[in-house]
């Protein structure tokens, strides 16, 4: 052990100790109509926790989809951890955190659909826009999704994009559909 | 209350209507193997989402099999735990669990303390016939917790804790099928959500999924380098827990083995930090007495109630919570943080060490205490006043890789001068012994009296929520405690709307104080273990000839040789610090 005394570890005029948190970076910000708007729809609800389905469901057809900065207003309004929210978003398949395409594309898979070949129309449709079930084009033009009947089984296989159905469509017809947006 | 009167394994039994089969069978003593179910009853705490299914009981004349954590109990129902069709099922149950689980038992960090383990052993599984895919997922490491989900059987006990005991909010199942996990929002990592590192989803996780970050190599790597002073504390509850993990009845004390054993560690100095304690007393007494006499004299730029700022755990919790309160709490670090600012300066001197080559270790019952030790504003040039944090477990490993035997360890005591303590030093480890210790300092300090009697009884017990008024010498001080993090936020609550009453508050994050943090030996459900570890430290807290901080004559000495008065600049320097609002919100801010 050492026995030298002048170790310079006594604290000078000045405080060393001068820390601080790093800044957070806010990364987006919600513009304050679009957060008076869900603080509407939650007001709706009585800013009830039992109501987040709801809640969630109602914003969804406002916006389209759930962004995360979305869900955060949600969390502060009912007063429940935004995780919670998250975990609902994330379990039902309803839900989306991706910005739904100018012109959503839904191809029905249901039983009549299916078996008049409405798997080959959704491969036609991923490879003509080379996008994945769920996801938008790089240009936010088109997205697919695919339901479970459209009540119009005597048309199938039926696709809708946006609320105009289509009827009898075969693979060949993809293009086409595709093409008639594309203008 | 309606008894019900049914037969258990041929047992007739009569319990309250309303009781669950497996508490039934146990009240009976009848152990039904559980596995997401979780208690810590008498404190209200219990997790029953009747999802593992390894609880299944037969009950006569019903069709499937039920779960008795969630099945209540019926007039005349005849209820078999064990026949051949209930371990059957059980055991398909658990193979089913362990075919989407890792088998790196070797080398997990959790192997001997791991329930999925011992259920495993008790129903004698030996192989898997299940082979399919398993899921995984990225592992997380935060200052204090690591998150392996690959390890997380989906019990959600974590998810209780962290929701509704302690309302951090930070955990929540998300995904379905196959694909769920327990995540913060948005798999964002723990270190970006609102996780206080109170450790509680640690302490009952039955798996590897949730363990701490383990600092054992970085100390060892300390220890053995000629140029470094390396220097410990210990945490009060340290001392009446480290004993279960040898073996020793839970509530016994092993204060002095556990200095002997960090002595044969290798530890150049053993020092308590039940001296910091009573060093904050100093600091945070004063602190209290200055806002209560300018309150009374008409100031209302004063703030009261004064919340108490030891815990770390807590500490987070409101700067994320209450950033609108952050002139609220004490401005008094925490005793590891003033230990640490204390030995880097004044002990160091003493030595002739610099600051750089002096290594300051903590043990301590927490996990908090990782992220606090590792805080931007206790670094002094990037040097940390406290270098590593580990928890009561990670000792108890350290000193059996050591082959100490620590049953066989004479009893020794610390060294000077950071190893002299008060009673009121020891009971900081406990819920109600902050306050209690700031009282008995703050009374003979207020009144220029002596005090009658030294213990506070009204101050002490594990309710969640506390309160009682001490008597001043005719002025009446109402205190306030909480322990756990959503008794916190009821409180805190009250004090944002204005409607607290309380004079000061105390409040501990973790259920039963610092004995039940979560860095402490796992006590698996079982709260008279908590029980068992507050008595022990009043038990020390009696043995004491001193039990008074300001009574502390090491605590005179440093006043009078280095910091002057309590609430000097220099304490202020060295033993205060200021708290940043952390917002819970993930991107918006109003």
Known sequence: MSTKTNTENHIANECPYNGSLPEVEVKIKLTADKIEKIDAICRSFDNDPGELINVLHETQSEFGYLPAEVQDVIAQNLRIPVAQVYGVVSFYSFFTMTPKGEHPISICLGTACYVRGSEKILEEFKKELKIEVGETTPDGKFSINCLRCVGACGLAPVVMVGERVFGRVSPEGVKQIIAEYNN | ?590
């Open chain 2, 1 to 590: 209350m309606e008894m019900i009167k049914l037969t258990i394994d041929n047992k007739k039994i009569e319990v309250a209507e309303g009781t669950t089969i497996l508490k039934a069978a146990r009240q009976f003593g009848i152990d039904i193997p559980t596995l997401c179910h979780f208690e810590l009853g008498d404190m209200g705490i219990e997790n029953k989402p009747g999802g593992c299914r390894i609880c299944v009981v037969e009950i006569e004349g019903r069709r499937n099999l039920a779960p008795s954590c969630i099945t209540e109990v019926q007039e005349g129902m005849v209820v078999n735990t064990h026949n051949i069709r209930v371990i059957n099922a059980r055991r398909t149950v658990l193979e089913l669990i362990i075919s989407d689980h890792p088998f790196d038992c070797l080398v997990c960090a959790k192997s001997g303390q791991c329930e999925l383990q011992h259920l495993a052993t008790q129903l004698g599984i030996r192989e898997i016939p299940y082979k399919g895919e398993q899921s995984t997922y990225r592992k997380d490491t935060s200052p204090s917790i690591i998150r392996d989900i690959d390890k997380c059987i989906l019990c959600r006990r974590c998810e209780m804790m962290c929701n509704q005991v302690q309302t951090v909010g930070a955990l929540s199942a998300i995904n379905r099928g196959f694909m769920s996990v327990v995540a913060p929002a948005f798999e964002m990592n723990l270190e970006d959500s609102p996780c206080t590192y109170c450790g509680q989803c640690v302490s009952v996780c039955p798996t590897g999924a949730l363990t701490e970050v383990d600092h054992t190599n970085d100390i060892i790597r300390a220890l053995s380098d000629p140029s470094k002073t390396v220097i410990v504390q210990t945490a009060p509850a340290v001392r009446a827990a480290l004993g279960e993990e040898f073996g020793m009845e839970p509530g016994t004390l092993v204060t002095g083995k556990l200095v002997a054993a960090l002595r044969r560690l290798g530890f150049d100095y053993v020092f308590d930090t039940d001296f910091s304690a009573d060093l904050t007393i100093m600091e945070e007494g004063t602190e209290f007495l200055n806002r209560i006499k300018r309150h009374m004299a008409g100031d209302t730029s004063v703030r009261l109630p004064i919340l108490t700022s030891c815990c770390p755990g807590w500490v987070n919790f409101f700067e994320h919570n209450f950033p609108d309160l952050l002139d609220v709490p004490s401005t008094a670090k925490s005793p590891q943080q003033m230990f640490g600012a204390i030995a880097k300066t004044y002990f160091a001197d003493k030595i002739g060490v610099n600051r750089n080559d002096l290594v300051v270790v903590s043990i301590m019952p927490c996990l908090a205490k990782k992220y606090e030790c590792q805080r931007n504003e206790f670094k002094v040039n990037g040097n940390p006043d406290v270098d590593y944090s580990i928890s009561t477990r990670e000792l108890a490993a350290f000193i059996k890789l050591a082959n100490i035997d620590f049953l066989d360890l004479p009893d020794e005591d610390f060294d000077d001068p950071l190893g002299e303590s008060s009673g009121a030093g020891v009971i900081f480890g406990n819920t109600g012994g902050v306050i209690e210790a700031a009282c008995r300092t703050a009374y003979e300090l207020y009144t220029g009296k002596k005090l009658e009697k030294i213990e506070f009884e009204e101050l002490r017990g594990l309710e969640g929520i506390r309160s009682a008024t001490i008597d001043f010498d005719g002025l009446p001080l109402n205190i306030g405690i909480a322990n756990g993090l959503g008794n916190a936020r009821k409180l805190l609550d009250e004090v944002r709307a204005g409607t607290s009453n309380y004079h000061a508050i105390e409040i501990m994050a973790c259920p039963g104080g610092c004995i039940g943090g979560g860095g402490q030996p796992y006590h698996h459900g079982n709260s008279e273990i908590l029980r068992r570890r507050a008595a022990a430290i009043y038990t020390e807290d009696e043995r004491k000839t001193i039990r008074k901080s300001h009574e502390n004559p090491s605590i005179i000495r440093l006043y009078s040789e280095f910091l002057g008065e309590p609430g000097s600049k220099k304490s202020h320097c060295l033993l205060h610090t200021h708290y940043f609002p952390k917002s819970n919100e993930v991107t918006i801010h109003r």
